[in-house]
T-cell receptor, first 115, second 109 residues
Framework: IAGITQAPTSQILAAGRRMTLRCTQD?????MYWYRQDLGLGLRLIHY???????GKGEVPDGYSVSRANTDDFPLTLASAVPSQTSVYFC??????????????FGPGTRLTVL | GQNIDQPTEMTATEGAIVQINCTYQ??????LFWYQQHAGEAPTFLSY??LDGLEEKGRFSSFLSRSKGYSYLLLKELQMKDSASYLC??????????WGAGTKLIIKP
């Protein structure tokens, strides 16, 4: 692996179902992030983790949960999907949550459709 | 509230120069980033500014004025492959990135 991988690439999900989006990075970055991207809107932060074992809420956390058991993995779970969660989801990582020039590196994205 | 404004769409000609503007109002400022995003792909990092002035990197340059809450991305010698969305993002007082909606740049031959 080189960089960040996400799975699945795309998914169609029935409303009410539980779904976990997977994200793995091999760059040993401390910080990881989950964003959703919707047409006409900027990337919106769902949850973040500044280091393994810690997580925080972003701008739009409702309906989503995350865990950070180790440095490499940062799964995002939708406990009971709703149609408004139809979006493209990007996972990202950076050297540190704070600091100056810590650019974020993005995974390829997961396109999720909730019907 | 926090706000990042960019034009929704711009059109330019191959070989020309284009300037994409970004204005911001955020709670704190810890740097401004520009990313490029081709359709259906992930954003990729282009530039970072934290001090006022111009940062040049090949055909791409980025300018920042903190007092005006303003930045621009300058693309020279446009190529067809530069057709993409350009995202402006500001790192706020909590060190989180606040993103603009992006500017879709269309390059015509």
């Amino acid at each position: 692996i080189a960089g960040i991988t996400q799975a699945p690439t795309s998914q169609i999900l029935a409303a009410g179902r539980r779904m976990t989006l997977r994200c793995t990075q091999d760059m040993r970055h401390n910080a990881m992030y989950w964003y959703r991207q919707d047409l006409g809107l900027g990337l919106r932060l769902i949850h973040y983790s500044n280091t393994a074992g810690t997580t925080g809420k972003g701008e739009v956390p409702d309906g989503y949960s995350v865990s950070r058991a180790n440095t490499d993995d940062f799964p995002l779970t939708l406990a009971s999907a709703v149609p408004s969660q139809t979006s493209v989801y990007f996972c990202a990582s950076s050297d540190s949550g704070s600091g100056d020039h810590n650019e974020q590196f993005f995974g390829p994205g997961t396109r999720l459709t909730v019907l | 509230g926090q706000n990042i404004d960019q034009p929704t769409e711009m059109t330019a000609t191959e070989g020309a120069i284009v300037q994409i503007n970004c204005t911001y109002q955020t709670s704190g400022f810890n740097g401004l980033f520009w990313y490029q995003q081709h359709a259906g792909e992930a954003p990729t990092f282009l530039s970072y500014n934290v001090l006022d002035g111009l940062e040049e990197k090949g055909r791409f340059s980025s300018f920042l004025s903190r007092s005006k809450g303003y930045s621009y991305l300058l693309l020279k010698e446009l190529q067809m492959k530069d057709s993409a969305s350009y995202l402006c993002a500001v790192k706020d007082s909590n060190y989180q990135l606040i993103w603009g909606a992006g500017t879709k740049l269309i390059i015509k031959p």
